[in-house]
Nanobody, 113 residues
Framework: VQLVESRGGLVQPGGSLRLSCAASGFTFSRYVMSWYRQVPGKERELVATISSSGGSTNYADSVKGRFTISRDNAKNTVYLQMNSLNPEDTAVYYC???????WGQGTQVTVSS
């Protein structure tokens, strides 16, 4: 089983970045997928969740209106489109599957000028 996140990177405030998470080893289309983030010294925070079909999504208040979670079940991939990024969005971002609460390895996103 693997959840492989795309590389994050350094983005200027106000910029955009799209993360992807490619899944393998389980029936991706049957499971809820989520994105979390974590800053050193703080608890991991739920950012967004998407239902197995993609028909339902939920967001943390801090990212509502700026981030969009989506999935392509044909490609076994979940995405996180992040717009209007600000320094408070700097964190390691993780994707997670409800299949055995499996986590990806995380990818660093840094928002800074």
């Amino acid at each position: 089983v693997q959840l492989v996140e795309s590389r994050g990177g350094l983005v200027q405030p106000g910029g955009s970045l799209r993360l992807s998470c490619a899944a393998s080893g389980f029936t991706f289309s049957r499971y809820v997928m989520s994105w979390y983030r974590q800053v050193p010294g703080k608890e991991r925070e739920l950012v967004a969740t998407i239902s197995s079909s993609g028909g339902s999504t939920n967001y943390a208040d801090s990212v509502k209106g700026r981030f969009t979670i989506s999935r392509d079940n044909a490609k076994n991939t979940v995405y996180l489109q992040m717009n209007s990024l600000n320094p408070e969005d700097t964190a390691v971002y993780y994707c997670k599957s409800d299949w055995h609460d499996y986590w990806g390895q995380g990818t660093q996103v840094t928002v800074s000028s």
